[in-house]
């Protein structure tokens, strides 16, 4: 018998080898195993070919539980289906765009923890459990070799699309952005939803153009060393981050699943805010060491994005976050609300104010155009830089160390030779010559340890950015598809306008705070590699000149 | 009609593939060619095999001018054969005496130009034209795999063992470097001549054993760089170096040719003493600047080590060479009574005057066992070193100038991606990176450019060493070869004994200056690399805080 599966959502073909498939339409599946989140099978009319898993329904009568639309089971009936994601390692071969759409943020990952049983282990357990979600993994914008879109859970979306009734033309691309963001919906009107005055979000002219409106009371949080936690008698164990806001100064603990749980109302919350990726997840060796020590670096620079961040900052469930303590009922309380947030996707630019006068949507067009130039330029370049240095690393550990240790040999091969001659006035040379060796020997330690020190954080750096690079074709393409619908339909200027401006000047607001970012981040971190770099040649320096002492100690 | 040659002196084969002639015999030649000294052909006993060139004399009835006994016509009636000799390259392979002898002087070489006609060019318009010879290039003491020795002017001592009559065992192997020292023929009483007390040499007894008597009026020489000069109307050219002796203040030019000749006399004066090599000849390139300043650095060396050695310095030949102005006269007399000398070879000993008390033969032994232990590791060790530093060398100039540009570039792409972004608080930044990859540029470039200044010179000081270690061999052979007389001879104890103690005085404190001016040469040459490794780094520090800098200037 062949299996069936229910059509929950319209979805209309775009590229060859995808069918178009209807609401409520039976369709036959040629097998239950999805390919990155598509399914082949036929339509009603005999079409044969690819639709999205996420938009039908397997029906399988013989089993009691059914699988919710994303084809996963509830987590305490059934062990989910794990899907593994990982961003592909070819960074160096592709620019922002040029292959792999959205989807490519360094180390860095997208992920939406939606289990709904916040206690059990699952993540923590399982290899690689992840739903890539989010804006950073939807389609991509420029012109991609790749037609299988990641899945996404739009069913929020796509209700209230479903409700509402088109008076402009409607995108039928249930994949492009500005649909799923919520954008198309806040700009034809069918946004609605009860802003509360805390809820707002200034957007205010600066001197370089339109810009968030800064955190009135500015915060950092620091995050300790993980400790290692046990549960169900050491049968699971997780890694336990200690958080301390400087605005609370009390320590809450979390795990990396609440950080993955966080991120992922966050991007469903912000459309146009480039929402920084978490450090990657790691299937193995989650105890390991030196990936502890990387993922703690990769959270702290999480963080230090978030907490400057001057809208993600104060939202609710951020501070819901880092201030909820051990009490779990307060904790399910915020966690449930978060995840009711009214406020999401298209409500989202309801509780936008903007600066009195509206912006030219020329200059708007052309300042989006140039920032999409930058951002192509900017990936392009840090996959040059990233490769680069990361091979600058890999020489210093391997060539460099190799050489500075030969010639340390070799002169101790010299001293050894020397010591054959025992005369009183040769032993002081010949230890001079040894320490000498033991010196280059020493320096080529040095050499290998150093990279760790000043260019894993260029790296580190640049993979959060090229997270944050990933996030802003998705931006870009929001901004892009509301000036497009205003250009399309001149007869609704006024309040088309208005709506159009919010979301530019969100847009424009993002994209400043991005270069403040940048500037801010970049300067300081070439400013720590340039401060390590003469710590280390000055520790070489030190070495040489202790050495270049002994043959006048002896003498 | 085949080739014949005349036999001039005894020579009895020692190996596989040579064979014995006797003085007078008449030999057939199947080639007129020589191999590196050696000829083949048929003895009158119908032996084939090979025998010194020149130990025969080719028969040319209808030639006019004779070809001399090394085969070689004169050179105002004929070009000269010419013979290139080039030390092997792969010094690394091999250690002292392992494979290749005595010859292995790294790129410094031995050789004696006896051309009678000081003034002809064909030194210096001839590719690499040389006759091997002198101590370092005789045959080896150790065991060797090439059965092939270099030619040797010989006639000299070969003459003087046929006018003498043998009392004690004679060694009838011609290669034999304690026969062709003189060593003995000095240690059979056959030496005698007239020593005047300026010609007079004193072992004295120190603290460390017998050395030579200090210098009382010691002197250094400074080398000019070279000029070229060109004469017969710019049809021949030459290279003249200005020598100033600090003893006289006043400059000499000489000719590398100059220094070849006198290279000659020393060898041929002084059994026991180690000359040190001159620079490598060159074929081509002669006065491209690279190799005239390899070879004025070479020549400085060895200056160096003449005016440093208390016997060296002080000999009538060198200084004639130090001191002898621009009179062509006075030259000419000068180079006649340094090639008329009668105190060499044999005669060199009667020169000596020795510590009151004699030697323990068997103490001496055991020195002479042990300095032998030493100059094989020496040489060995030697043999490592150069070949790492030369190899660290090369990769400095390739692999690590290679690495910093190449950082240095991916920075500069940095920099420009960010300077798409033309916002005013970023321009700073912005020039601020692209100096920063300048900078690893030209930290580059210093990595390149640095191992001229401390490798190249350690460099040049093994190859003058291992000219040193490839003279060793001989010296002790010499030694070696009169303790062994003395042992076998007990009844003639007195004289012989006294002979050998010269000898040995001789020897032992040759070897005390071999250590001595080791032990300066390579603390100083050590302290040398250290400083400039030391301001290396600094220059690169330096580098990096300017560049730090950068990131304040513009903030």
Same mark, same amino acid.
């Given at each position: 018998?062949?299996?069936?599966?229910?059509?929950?959502?319209?979805?209309?073909?775009?590229?060859?080898?995808?069918?178009?498939?209807?609401?409520?339409?039976? @369709?036959?599946?040629?097998?239950?195993?999805?390919?990155?989140?598509?399914?082949?099978?036929?339509?009603?009319?005999?079409?044969?070919?690819?639709?999205?898993?996420?938009?039908?329904?397997?029906?399988?009568?013989?089993?009691?539980?059914?699988?919710?639309?994303?084809?996963?089971?509830?987590?305490?009936?059934?062990?989910?289906? #794990?899907?593994?994601?990982?961003?592909?390692?070819?960074?160096?071969?592709?620019?922002? !765009?040029?292959?792999?759409?959205?989807?490519?943020?360094?180390?860095?990952?997208?992920?939406?923890?939606?289990?709904?049983?916040?206690?059990?282990?699952?993540?923590?357990?399982? $290899?690689?459990?992840?739903?890539?979600? !989010?804006?950073?993994?939807?389609?991509?914008?420029?012109?991609?070799?790749?037609?299988?879109?990641?899945?996404?859970?739009?069913?929020?979306?796509?209700?209230?699309?479903?409700?509402?009734?088109?008076?402009?033309?409607?995108?039928?691309?249930?994949?492009?952005?500005?649909?799923?963001?919520?954008?198309?919906?806040?700009?034809?009107?069918?946004?609605?939803?009860?802003?509360?005055?805390?809820? =707002?979000?200034?957007?205010?002219?600066?001197? &370089? !153009?339109? *810009?968030?409106?800064?955190?009135?009371?500015?915060?950092?949080?620091?995050?300790?060393?993980?400790?290692?936690?046990?549960?169900?008698?050491?049968?699971?164990?997780?890694?336990?981050?200690?958080?301390?806001?400087?605005?609370?100064? +009390?320590?809450?603990?979390?795990?990396?699943?609440?950080?993955?749980?966080?991120?992922?109302?966050?991007?469903?919350?912000?459309?146009?805010?480039?929402?920084? &990726?978490? $450090?990657?997840?790691?299937?193995?060796?989650?105890?390991?060491?030196?990936?502890?020590?990387?993922?703690?670096?990769?959270?702290?620079?999480?963080?230090?994005?978030?907490?400057?961040?001057?809208?993600?900052?104060?939202?609710?469930?951020?501070?819901?976050?880092?201030?909820?303590?051990?009490?779990?009922?307060?904790?399910?309380?915020?966690?449930?609300?978060? *995840?009711?947030?009214?406020?999401?996707?298209?409500?989202?630019?309801?509780?936008?104010?903007?600066?009195? @006068? $509206?912006?030219?949507?020329?200059?708007?067009?052309?300042?989006?155009?140039?920032?999409?130039?930058?951002?192509?330029?900017?990936?392009?370049?840090? +996959?040059?830089?990233?490769?680069?240095?990361?091979?600058?690393?890999?020489?210093?550990?391997?060539?460099?160390?190799?050489?500075?240790?030969?010639?340390?040999?070799?002169?101790?091969?010299?001293?050894?030779?020397?010591?054959?001659?025992?005369?009183?006035?040769?032993?002081?040379?010949? =230890?001079?010559?040894?320490?000498?060796?033991?010196?280059? *020997?020493?320096?080529?330690?040095?050499?290998?340890?150093?990279?760790?020190?000043?260019?894993?954080?260029?790296?580190?750096?640049?993979?959060?950015?090229?997270? &944050?690079?990933?996030?802003? $074709?998705?931006?870009?393409?929001?901004? =892009?598809?509301?000036?497009?619908?205003?250009?399309?339909?001149?007869?609704?200027?006024?309040?088309? #306008?208005?709506?159009?401006?919010?979301?530019?000047?969100?847009?424009?607001?993002?994209?400043?705070?991005? #270069?403040?970012?940048?500037?801010?981040?970049?300067?300081?971190?070439?400013? #720590?590699?340039?401060?390590?770099?003469?710590?280390?040649?000055?520790?070489?320096?030190?070495?040489?000149?202790?050495?270049?002492?002994?043959?006048?100690?002896?003498?």
């Amino acid at each position: 018998m062949a299996l069936k599966a229910r059509v929950l959502y319209d979805f209309s073909s775009e590229n060859p080898g995808e069918i178009s498939i209807a609401e409520n339409e039976l @369709v036959t599946l040629f097998s239950e195993e999805e390919l990155e989140g598509w399914l082949e099978g036929e339509n009603s009319r005999g079409e044969a070919g690819l639709f999205p898993a996420s938009y039908v329904e397997i029906i399988r009568d013989q089993i009691t539980s059914s699988t919710n639309n994303n084809g996963f089971s509830s987590p305490k009936t059934q062990k989910p289906t #794990h899907t593994s994601y990982t961003s592909p390692d070819t960074h160096s071969q592709r620019g922002l !765009g040029a292959g792999s759409g959205g989807s490519g943020g360094g180390s860095f990952h997208t992920s939406q923890g939606s289990d709904d049983d916040w206690d059990d282990d699952w993540d923590d357990t399982s $290899p690689a459990t992840e739903v890539p979600q !989010g804006l950073g993994s939807s389609p991509p914008l420029y012109p991609v070799t790749s037609s299988l879109p990641a899945r996404r859970d739009s069913s929020q979306q796509h209700q209230q699309q479903a409700k509402s009734s088109a008076t402009v033309g409607r995108n039928l691309n249930r994949f492009s952005t500005f649909v799923k963001s919520g954008g198309e919906a806040f700009l034809l009107g069918e946004a609605s939803a009860f802003v509360k005055d805390g809820d =707002k979000i200034c957007v205010v002219m600066g001197k &370089h !153009g339109p *810009e968030w409106q800064e955190d009135p009371y500015p915060f950092t949080c620091t995050i300790d060393d993980p400790t290692k936690q046990t549960k169900f008698k050491g049968m699971k164990s997780y890694m336990s981050y200690g958080l301390t806001p400087t605005h609370t100064n +009390v320590q809450v603990n979390r795990r990396y699943k609440h950080f993955d749980w966080l991120y992922a109302r966050l991007v469903e919350r912000f459309p146009v805010i480039s929402v920084p &990726h978490l $450090p990657e997840k790691q299937a193995t060796g989650r105890f390991e060491e030196d990936f502890i020590s990387k993922r703690r670096k990769g959270l702290i620079w999480w963080m230090n994005h978030m907490t400057s961040h001057p809208v993600l900052a104060r939202c609710d469930v951020f501070q819901h976050f880092l201030t909820c303590g051990a009490d779990e009922k307060a904790w399910k309380q915020g966690k449930r609300k978060a *995840e009711r947030d009214e406020l999401v996707g298209a409500n989202f630019f309801l509780t936008i104010s903007t600066p009195d @006068v $509206p912006l030219d949507l020329q200059e708007v067009e052309s300042k989006i155009e140039g920032f999409k130039t930058f951002t192509k330029k900017m990936d392009e370049n840090s +996959v040059v830089v990233n490769t680069t240095i990361n091979e600058f690393a890999r020489k210093q550990a391997a060539g460099f160390k190799k050489e500075y240790q030969k010639v340390g040999q070799s002169f101790k091969l010299l001293a050894q030779a020397f010591e054959l001659d025992q005369q009183a006035y040769s032993v002081g040379l010949n =230890k001079a010559i040894a320490d000498t060796g033991e010196a280059y *020997e020493a320096i080529g330690e040095y050499f290998a340890e150093q990279p760790r020190q000043d260019l894993d954080p260029i790296s580190d750096l640049l993979d959060l950015y090229r997270g &944050h690079l990933a996030n802003f $074709p998705d931006i870009i393409h929001v901004q =892009k598809g509301a000036l497009t619908k205003v250009k399309d339909c001149p007869k609704q200027e006024g309040e088309l #306008h208005d709506r159009c401006n919010i979301i530019s000047c969100a847009t424009l607001a993002e994209i400043q705070h991005f #270069h403040r970012t940048r500037v801010r981040d970049f300067r300081s971190q070439m400013q #720590h590699h340039l401060r390590q770099q003469i710590g280390f040649f000055q520790k070489i320096t030190a070495k040489l000149e202790d050495t270049l002492q002994r043959y006048d100690d002896d003498q």
